[in-house]
């Protein structure tokens, strides 16, 4: 299924002997936004990226992380059609831990980022090796 894999860095290889592995193709998360907004869309189809740093953005944007975190949703959700069209695969890679209650946030740094205001409430998983990681279509339309 196309859509966004939220995974945390910890849960993959190499750092982690069955740790899921990584997509090839990486680019940090500002060349991802500023690719998905060319014309042409740059990526082909059926395409697996592996995109990080967005930890990095929204916890540098300090008290300004809310208003940063909706413009990067509002971004991602105008590329929504094309990146469904094209079935991309995005892994989002996170330092830090992913925590889930009422709403997703990542415990990075000694803050809580709050990645809801992006991803939503995405669908937790585990692989056959109880890699946690969740998953949430392009529309971002779960939760908030």
């Known amino acids: 299924m196309p859509g966004y894999i939220l995974i945390e860095h910890s ?7 069955n740790g ?13 936004i500023r690719e998905i907004s060319q014309e042409p869309f740059p990526f082909p189809r059926y395409y697996q990226l ?3 740093g967005l930890e990095d953005i929204l916890f540098w944007a300090g008290e300004e992380d809310r208003e940063r975190a909706l413009e990067i949703k509002k971004k991602l959700r105008d590329s ?3 990146l469904e ?3 991309l695969m995005v892994q989002v890679v996170f330092q830090g831990k992913i925590m889930r209650g009422d709403t997703m946030w990542l415990e990075y ?5 709050l990645i809801n205001l992006i991803f939503g409430n995405p669908q ?6 109880g ?3 969740y998953t949430t279509s392009f529309n971002l339309t779960n939760g908030i």
Not at 11 to 17: A, L, R
């Open 11 to 17: 849960n993959t290889k190499p750092f982690k002997e």
């Open 20 to 32: 899921i592995t990584l997509f090839e193709n990486k680019l940090g998360i500002l060349d991802f």
């Open 50 to 52: 592996c995109v990080t």
């Open 80 to 82: 929504a059609q094309e």
């Open 85 to 87: 069209k094209k079935r």
């Open 109 to 113: 740094r000694g803050r809580r980022i």
């Open 124 to 129: 937790r998983h585990s692989d056959v090796q």
């Open 131 to 133: 890699n946690v990681f």
